[in-house]
């Protein structure tokens, strides 16, 4: 079992920066593509980003490309967010998301995810 932990969220105003982190444990990720998502009030989860399992590959929701960047920290078995120039549209509860997966496929349906963290809020004020 991988046990997923989210921090960094809050509150911020439009335009300013946060750093998510999601930190796991059980087992290492090194070898799980991970993911976040955002969940909004009534809706379901929207992906927001992806990195493979080496780190090497990234892929965005088109409303974050060149804002929000992915990274991993396999030695630290840490996964982080950063969004800058954030819009009150980016607020919502982000989930980071592992799956055990090491091919070259991305993956941005949340059902293909088996483990999930609790979700940390962020927060934009216009």
């Known amino acids: 079992q991988v046990q997923l932990v989210e921090s960094g969220g809050g509150l911020v105003q439009a335009g300013g920066s946060l750093r998510l982190s999601c930190a796991a444990s059980g087992r290492t990720i ?59 549209e980016d607020a919502g509860v982000y989930c980071c998301a592992a799956d055990d997966y090491t091919g070259s496929r991305i993956f941005t349906n949340p059902k293909v995810y088996d483990y999930w963290g609790q979700g940390t809020q962020v927060t934009v004020s216009s």
Not at 35 to 54: C, E, M
């Open 30 to 88: 090194s070898r799980y593509a991970m993911a976040w998502f955002r969940q909004a009030p009534g809706k379901g989860r929207l992906f927001v980003a992806f990195i493979n399992w080496t780190g090497g590959s990234t892929y965005y929701a088109d409303s974050v490309k060149g804002r929000f960047t992915i990274s991993r920290d396999n030695a630290e078995n840490t996964v982080h967010l950063q969004m800058n120039s954030l819009k009150p």
